[in-house]
């Protein structure tokens, strides 16, 4: 449901009497989730009970965006906040910070779904002098791309959407299942589309496929940036390409925002081949809900693995 309609059926169950609200449906919960892909998981499980808006648009770079005014005025009237979490957001904290009445850290109305999700790579060292904002400091934060997290990342969504609405719990709990249905089918289409490539070696622009890569058996031979959100040296970059041809890197993989003269540059000194992958719902057109995400990503993956045997 739009928020235009969200505020006309807020507005209806204002005007109702008292005993006549029953045939109206209540108002759907305001939920603002920080990505694309919450949203997607949000509406799966919520369905005509939430009313969603995501802050990031999913071609920008997730850990830099910048929030508008509009977005202001969600958040601060959200039921619900959904994000990330650990130090994937790094906006997010100052916006909440100077913003009077939005949901706060670790309260009711903040869902931090780090927290239902086992975490990879935690063992990042978590200050570095050249720090940029995001430092994958508290493990890698991109976990939504390994497909099996959605189980437990939607039993906490369907948790916290029935402490805000408890009479509808049936009715959040056979969304889920239906939900599960689908992923469960697609799970087993991408591990066979993938199946042949287990092994595989690709080397990635930034650290966004670390979940993904361990759930399919993808070795990351190398990650161009040195550290999350840092450009490599000239030096770096030499050495990398070096080492790519030496290892027989045949695929490159980039996210849509990637400097797109370095990932041309690295794929033709190495001989590898570069393909984009969606790291975002609605990064493509292709890819508008969660699942459709993956079917994307695996099919162009498993063809430039194809191709560069
Ligand atoms: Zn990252």
Redesign the pocket.
Known sequence: MTRAGAALLALASLVVPAGGAAALPAAPLAVVTTSRDLQALVEAVGGERVAVESLASPLQD??AIEIKPAQLAQLKTAALLVRVGLD?EPWLRRALAALDGAPAPGGPRDLDLSRSVTLLQTETPRLRADAAP?V?GFG???YWLDPENARPMTAAIAAALTRLDPSARPRFEAQRRRFLERLDAGLLRWRAALASHRGARVVTM???WTYFAARYGLAIAATVEPA??VPPSPAALGSLIERMRAAGVRVLVAEPYADPSLVHAIAARSGARAVALVPSVGGDPQAGDYLALFDLNVERLAAALDAAR
Do not use: L, Q
């Open positions: 997730p850990h994937h995001h994958h890698n934060p991109h930034h650290d966004t999350p959100g």
